[in-house]
């Protein structure tokens, strides 16, 4: 078994990857781009690069999604940035120029890296996750956490809603997704 | 050497439809030579002008895009080299104006003023990569570059420019980019 999959033996699985991929299709997304993330890479990445509905651009460095997000957007085409917290924090000043200050609809799927998902972000363990929500209200970005599978709902909507009100979102990951 | 304004004017010449990204100073220049709509000057942070300018190319694989990146502003990105070689549009043609300076924060030199941006662009996997330190063998090959199938990086060795005005407020206006993507969305008008 691939070291990014959740196993069944040692966790409940309590959120579907397959759902949070339906939900991103249903949202008219074509493009993903990303910079791999060990939180969403077996549920997510890998189902994501192997399906046909999806133009998949991997990315060196993830501030280079969110002006590629921007290059399209102008196109009228659907993409999403699927990255890890540490990379959302480097890419601050892109995201603050490009998605917030051009008020454009960046929509961005986080992984939360080595977060519990038993405790919410505000109350991480790891420094780096707890700061992640405080920052997004001080850049005024829309977020929601998806922590289980009732949370996937909440996907199109944000992201419909970004597109219609050209703002961006970030859609946190809190638990590592299945794979189906 | 070459004097970018020089470059541009020759560059213009073989411009019709293409989208042009530029910033900063290359947007100064660039605008100088006249408005289009199809030119696309939203930027929001250094480096991400290639980036900006691989989504337009993605976005819009019916149409050349041609990316205008100062010196610096593509060191702070370099990983874009490997990623739109990667992605490979066919469309889009990524210039490098190298002066060795950031023009625009002072003209305080790039780290190594002599970097060899067109090697780096060979060896990420660029289909085509051209290097140009004469004005004269520019305005000779300039057509033929911007009608190669890409994605072409292209080297102009400049020399620092005359002093410039920036004027952001005018180059980053909200009404330059509702017309732009107005042009780029499904039936949106045809030619720059």
Request: charged residues 20%; hydrophobic residues 45%.
């Amino acid at each position: 078994m691939d070291a990014d999959l959740v196993s069944d033996a040692e966790e409940e699985i309590r959120l579907k990857g397959a759902g949070i991929i339906a939900a991103i299709k249903e949202s008219g997304v074509e493009f993903i781009l990303s910079v791999p993330d060990i939180v969403t890479s077996g549920g997510l990445l890998r189902p994501i690069a192997r399906d046909a509905h999806f133009r998949l651009i991997r990315v060196c460095k993830e501030d280079e999604c969110i002006g590629i997000a921007s290059g399209l957007h102008y196109c009228g085409k659907r993409a999403l940035c699927l990255i890890q917290h540490t990379g959302f924090l480097d890419s601050l000043n892109a995201i603050r120029g490009v998605a917030v200050e051009y008020a454009q609809p960046i929509c961005m799927m986080i992984g939360l890296l080595q977060h519990d998902p038993e405790k919410a972000p505000r109350d991480s363990p790891r420094y780096g996750v707890r700061i992640m929500v405080p920052i997004l209200d001080a850049m005024g970005i829309a977020h929601h956490l998806i922590n289980e599978d009732a949370d996937v709902a909440l996907i199109r909507p944000a992201i419909e809603h970004a597109y219609a009100a050209s703002a961006p979102v970030a859609l946190l990951i809190g638990r590592r997704p299945s794979p189906s | 050497m070459m004097k970018r304004h020089q470059c541009f004017r020759v560059l213009a010449r073989h411009i019709t439809d293409e989208i042009v990204v530029a910033t900063y100073s290359s947007a100064v220049d660039w605008l100088d030579l006249g408005e289009r709509t199809l030119n696309y000057f939203s930027v929001g942070a250094m480096g991400l002008d290639s980036s900006h300018a691989l989504g337009l190319a993605l976005g819009r694989p019916d149409r050349r895009v041609i990316c205008l990146q100062g010196d610096g502003s593509l060191l702070m990105n370099l990983g874009c080299l490997v990623t739109i070689a990667a992605a490979a549009p066919r469309n889009l043609v990524h210039f490098v104006v190298q002066n060795g300076t950031y023009e625009a924060n002072g003209a305080h030199p790039i780290p190594q003023p002599h970097v060899d941006f067109a090697a780096m662009a060979r060896a990420a996997g660029f289909a085509h990569v051209h290097d140009f330190a004469d004005l004269a063998n520019f305005e000779q090959q300039a057509g033929h570059v911007v009608r190669l199938s890409g994605p072409v990086f292209v080297t102009l060795r400049v020399e620092p420019s005359r002093p410039l005005t920036y004027d952001y407020p005018r180059l980053y206006d909200p009404a330059r980019r509702e017309a732009l993507k107005a042009a780029l969305r499904p039936g949106g008008q045809r030619r720059g």
